[in-house]
């Protein structure tokens, strides 16, 4: 799958955001190894703490689909933003847990242009390992 179909498929997933309080929809899509694509949107709560990124949400739910570290291949995030939509750090984060450095992030904006970023350009010198 190219990156402007798992862009179209972060952007269809908006519509399924729970974003009552900051009325900012995101959606993810995450492609896998097998050629699968796992959807993620915002699902946010009344203690806004306990709201869940796009890209958690895909990635969370890639993991209790059966999917494991290495299965991960790209990532697509779409919001309704003027400039590119990037990752929270948190996000950042929890994507270093999974995939590979190398892995391509796809960023957009409200004209469609893709941004191809690595996962390491958006989270240089990453925390991956206890044993440092
Ligand atoms: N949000 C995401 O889902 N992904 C991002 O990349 C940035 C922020 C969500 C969290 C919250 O529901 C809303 O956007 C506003 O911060």
Known sequence: MNK?????????????????????????????????VINGVNVENVSLGATNCAERTAIFTAVASGYKKGDFRAIAVAGDTKDFLPPCSICRQVLAEFCLPDMPVYLTNDKNDILELTLKELLPYAFTDLEM
């Open 4 to 36: 402007e179909l798992l862009m179209q498929s972060a952007r269809q997933m908006k519509e399924r955001a729970y974003v009552p309080y900051s009325k900012f929809p995101v959606g993810a899509a995450i492609l896998l190894a097998d050629g699968s």
